[in-house]
């Protein structure tokens, strides 16, 4: 079955579940990167996507798991972004996201319109940090 963009499970933290990542959390900060299961060791990306969801579950949050297929739709890219479509058509437009058109469709790969959407967060927070840099500057003076 090709995943889709809506195929989507929420996990909810159980008291017993929180104990449990509680525990796990605290033997991957001790295994200092090296992280074994079942014998497979796990490698760096799949590592740290456990570990993000571990303390989420260890924190009481719900973890949602989302499959999403390699091409994807504007309207899917739009809201994976928080754009409106037509937000996202300028982006493509003006060549900030690569894209292909089949027909009158145009279609964009999953990992450049996650890469556009890291590098926006990125500069927001740059951005966010020069204004609170500015703003203890102020209260110095």
Request: proline share 4%; net charge negative; aromatic share 2%.
């Amino acid at each position: 079955m090709t995943p889709t963009p809506t195929a989507r499970e929420s996990l909810f933290a159980t008291p017993r579940a929180q104990q449990e990542a509680h525990a796990a959390a605290e033997l991957i900060a001790e295994a200092d990167g090296q992280v074994t299961l079942d014998g497979v060791e796990l490698g760096g990306e799949i590592r740290e996507l456990l570990r993000q969801i571990i303390a989420i579950v260890a924190e009481g949050g719900t973890v949602t798991v989302g499959a999403m297929p390699e091409i994807i739709t504007t309207t899917v890219a739009a809201e994976l972004l928080g754009f409106s479509r037509t937000t996202l058509m300028k982006h493509v437009r003006a060549g900030d996201l690569p894209s292909t058109r089949t027909g009158s469709h145009t279609k964009l790969r999953r990992d450049d319109v996650l890469a556009f959407r890291r590098e926006r967060l990125r500069k927001q927070r740059d951005a966010l940090n020069e204004l609170l840099a500015i703003e203890d500057r102020l209260d110095i003076e």
